[in-house]
Nanobody, 128 residues
Framework: QLQLVESGGGLAQPGGSLRLSCAASGFTLDDYAIVWFRQAPGKEREGVSCISGRGISTNYADSVKGRFTISRDNAKNTVYLQMNSLKPEDTAVYYC?????????????????????WGKGTLVTVSS
């Protein structure tokens, strides 16, 4: 079965950190660009970060630049999102998605492209 599974969400205090993981099963992540999206209650889904199939290109939304870092470990078939200096406005369900466009993250706005696979999401809550 082809699937993406997110983990690592939870409750963090403002200024704290969390690391999200996106693990693939049934297919090899090497061949895909991986994108993290998030959706806060009552808001539209927004793109957060993107990493190309070989990890050559990355992209970050302005709202998370300098705070979040995306990385991948193809040997573990997993992509990570390290989130530091968390803010209450980072509270959302975070989803990872896979695109067959390997160089996607070098595009001007990679978050507008269709994704082939989606995970079910993991909830991140930032609150004191």
């Amino acid at each position: 079965q082809l699937q993406l599974v997110e983990s690592g969400g939870g409750l963090a205090q403002p200024g704290g950190s969390l690391r999200l993981s996106c693990a693939a099963s049934g297919f090899t992540l090497d061949d895909y660009a991986i994108v993290w999206f998030r959706q806060a209650p009552g808001k539209e889904r927004e793109g957060v970060s993107c990493i190309s199939g070989r990890g050559i290109s990355t992209n970050y939304a302005d709202s998370v630049k300098g705070r979040f870092t995306i990385s991948r470990d193809n040997a573990k078939n997993t992509v990570y999102l390290q989130m530091n200096s968390l803010k209450p406005e980072d509270t959302a369900v975070y989803y990872c998605a896979a695109s067959g466009l390997v160089p996607l993250c070098a595009f001007r706005n990679p978050y507008t492209y269709n994704m082939r696979y989606w995970g079910k999401g993991t909830l991140v809550t930032v609150s004191s």
